[in-house]
Nanobody, 113 residues
């Protein structure tokens, strides 16, 4: 079964930076979201990379997080700067084509204070 694969999660110090990546075959045909979910909290949308190249970053992380896509590499990255302890979560990639949605299994990001 085709599904996106996330990577890049790690333990970083507060104030540090981290880039997580999402790989998916034929990435160019998907709208791609990055989400996160912390223990005991709902899954939260962070950023979206649209097929036409536009991007959108949610207000909660705007100015710190950036989303980018490299269709030639079948990849969408989430660059995270100035990380805070509250950014610790499992980060998920969602790829959508029409009504078809694929979720990855997530990559863990931990932030030490």
């Amino acid at each position: 079964q085709v599904r996106p694969v996330e990577s890049g999660g790690d333990l970083v110090q507060a104030g540090g930076s981290l880039r997580v990546s999402c790989l998916m075959s034929e990435m160019a045909k998907y709208t791609v979201d990055w989400w996160r979910q912390a223990p005991g909290k709902e899954r939260e949308l962070l950023a979206t990379a649209f097929i036409d190249g536009r991007t959108m970053v949610q207000e909660s992380v705007k100015g710190r997080f950036t989303i980018s896509r490299e269709n030639g590499k079948n990849r969408v990255d989430l660059q995270m700067n100035d990380l805070k302890p509250e950014d610790a979560a499992v980060y998920y990639c969602k790829c959508q084509e029409g009504w078809t949605v694929y979720w990855g299994q997530g990559t863990q990001v931990a932030v030490s204070s």
